[in-house]
């Protein structure tokens, strides 16, 4: 029988151990997994951003390219809309396309000794100033502009323009600004006159040109009585919208030994005509 002593000492070996827990608190738990899903939040934020990012700049890039589509058209307009302006004044541009002609480039020059005249019809309201080669004037008669040699006048043209009175007497610019040959052809019926024309040519006059007009015309003998007929040459030029012409006058003017066509292209580069009423 075995005494309670309390004296008696109980060796280690007698005490029981408790074992050791070795499954993690939920404290801990909760701690090791908060880093993970912090990580995964920010990285959820990072991928949506940049897929919001790329989202925008392809819808931008989308954009963008579709503004070429519309900026030729624009431009298109616009181009139309400046080959088209012209047509806004008919009149000037059909006299510009009717006159205008590729040149040499050359200048032509008025010599220095020619004489410079200024003639006036009143009643037609026409100032005309022509430049005239030594020995040749130009003058109203009172009734027709005349160019002529000064020795013994047997060199005589006529000069007229498109302004004179109709039938019905009023007075106007009768040019159009149609073509040069038509219009001198149709003036040519309205004065009922027999010539006829035979052949146009256009030659350079500076930056325009003018038309050199072979007429056929009836021939006289000294009886009034027609004979034949004969070859005169025509000068027909545009300047400020109002046709301007110069024709053979007297026989000498038919003839070869004629000098008026060896100079008429200052004589024409000369003219300044204006209306005066």
């Known amino acids: 029988m075995e005494i309670d002593d309390p004296t008696h000492s109980v060796t280690p070996s007698e005490i029981p151990v408790q074992p050791l827990s070795t499954q993690p608190s939920p404290v801990n738990y909760q701690k090791n ?23 925008t700049q392809q819808n931008n ?29 008919p009149t000037s541009n059909i006299n510009q396309s009717a006159q205008k002609t590729e040149t040499s480039g050359e200048t ?27 020995g040749y004037s130009f003058r109203f008669s009172g009734s027709e502009f005349m160019i002529q040699n000064d020795s013994d006048a047997t060199e005589l043209w006529e000069y007229s323009s498109s302004v004179y009175r109709n039938n019905d007497g009023v007075l106007k610019n009768h040019y159009d600004g ?27 006059l500076d930056s325009y040109s003018y038309l050199e007009i072979t007429v ?20 027909v030029y545009v300047q400020s919208n109002i046709l301007h012409m110069i024709t053979p006058a007297s026989n000498n003017a038919y003839t070869s030994a004629a000098q008026i066509p060896n100079n008429i292209e200052p004589i024409l580069a000369s003219l300044i005509s204006v209306q005066t009423k």
């Open 178 to 204: 149609s073509s040069r040959r038509a219009w001198y052809e149709k003036r040519l019926a309205e004065r009922q006159s027999t010539d006829k024309i035979v052949s146009v040519k256009e030659k350079p």
């Open 216 to 235: 056929q015309t009836p021939l006289y003998d000294d009886r009034g009585i027609t004979s034949g007929t004969k070859n005169g040459t025509h000068y």
């Open 108 to 134: 032509v020059v008025i010599p220095s000794n020619w004489k410079q005249f200024t003639a006036t019809d009143s009643d037609f309201g026409v100032k005309t100033t022509l430049s005239m080669p030594p």
């Open 61 to 89: 890039s989308s954009t963008n390219n579709n503004f070429p589509s519309t900026i030729p058209q624009d431009t298109m307009e616009s181009t139309t809309a400046d080959q088209t302006s012209p047509l806004v004044n």
């Open 33 to 55: 997994f908060l880093p993970i899903i912090f990580g995964v939040m920010v990285l959820i934020l990072v991928v949506g951003s940049g897929a919001y990012y790329l989202g």
